[in-house]
C-alpha cells in the first residue's frame, strides 16, 4: 500500500501543528520549511483539512491555523480513507476491469482482505498516538 503524497503531507500538518503549544497559531511557512515542502502544496492540504474540520484558519497578519479537534479524537484511519482518492490496489478492484481471469482470480478478495487489514491498524491510532514524543518533535521541527 502507497500512501499518496498529499495524505503524507497532512499528516505531517496535522502532527506539526499537534506539537506546538495550544495557544500558538501555526503559519503555512513553518511546516513549509520545517519538512521542506512547497508552500503551494501545503495551502491545498490546509484547505482540504480545514474542509474536513480538523483545523481552523485564521486568516490576516497574524493568522495561521490551529486544531478544531483533540488529537485524540483525530482518528489515522478516518483521516487516510478521507484525503486518499482510491484504494484501487489492481485494476479488478475498479468498476470497469478487464481481466480477463476476473472471474476465476481469488487475488481480489486476498488483496480486499489485506487493505481491510491495513486501514484497521490506522484505526487503531490517534494523531495523540503519533505526537507522544512532543518533545523529541518539537526539537527535530525546530518547534
Do not use: W
Request: contains cysteine; hydrophobic residues 35%; neutral net charge.
Amino acid at each position: 500500500m502507497h500512501l499518496t503524497h498529499y495524505t503524507d503531507y497532512s499528516l505531517r500538518v496535522l502532527m506539526y501543528i499537534a506539537v506546538k503549544p495550544k495557544e500558538e497559531l501555526t503559519q503555512i511557512k513553518e511546516i513549509s520549511e520545517a519538512y521542506d515542502i512547497s508552500k503551494n502544496h501545503l495551502m491545498k492540504v490546509v484547505y482540504q483539512l480545514g474542509k474536513l474540520g480538523y483545523i481552523e484558519t485564521v486568516r490576516g497578519r497574524s493568522g495561521g491555523m490551529r486544531l478544531l479537534k483533540n488529537p485524540d479524537d483525530i482518528n489515522i484511519g478516518q483521516l487516510v480513507r478521507q484525503t486518499e482518492d482510491n484504494f484501487h490496489l489492481v485494476e479488478c478492484f475498479q468498476n470497469h476491469n478487464t481481466c480477463p481471469i476476473a472471474g476465476a482470480c481469488r487475488l481480489q478478495g486476498v488483496l480486499g482482505e489485506a487493505l481491510r487489514a491495513y486501514l484497521a491498524v490506522l484505526d487503531r491510532y490517534t494523531l495523540s498516538d503519533m505526537t507522544e514524543n512532543r518533545e523529541t518533535l518539537g526539537r527535530l521541527l525546530q518547534i
